[in-house]
């Protein structure tokens, strides 16, 4: 069964870290570029990092310093990290995973929601 699931979301004052998780079950996951997306309050979602199935990572400059994405492949679940060191309130969303190409991507999940205030 497909099925997206992040955790490790929450409340962390400005310079702060956070690690997200994913949990990307099944197997078309393991073999093609997974990323992390997320989606502030009005506003569209975004890109905001991407990792070939070899490990090959690719950041957005907003991000870029800051986070790193790191993979492991199970036999039928991806799991994704995201490391995030140093954030800002502007990185405030809510966090997605999934495939990074469309035609590869499945339905979306909860998310994880990530909040940066003093």
């Known amino acids: 069964q497909v099925q997206l699931v992040e955790s490790g979301g929450g409340l962390v004052q400005p310079g702060g870290s956070l690690r997200l998780s994913c949990a990307a079950s099944g197997r078309i996951f393991r073999s093609v570029t997974m990323a992390w997306y997320r989606q502030a309050p009005g506003e569209q979602r975004e890109l905001v990092s991407r990792?070939?199935?070899?490990?090959?990572?690719?950041?957005e400059d907003s991000v870029k310093g800051r986070f790193t994405i790191s993979r492991g492949n199970a036999e039928t679940t991806v799991y994704l990290y995201l490391q995030m060191d140093s954030l800002k309130p502007e990185d405030t969303a809510v966090y997605y995973c999934?495939?990074?190409?469309?035609?590869?991507?499945?339905?979306w999940g909860q998310g994880t929601q990530v909040t940066v205030s003093s």
């Open positions: 990792i070939t199935s070899s490990g090959v990572p690719t950041y």
């Open positions: 999934n495939a990074y190409y469309r035609l590869n991507q499945r339905p």
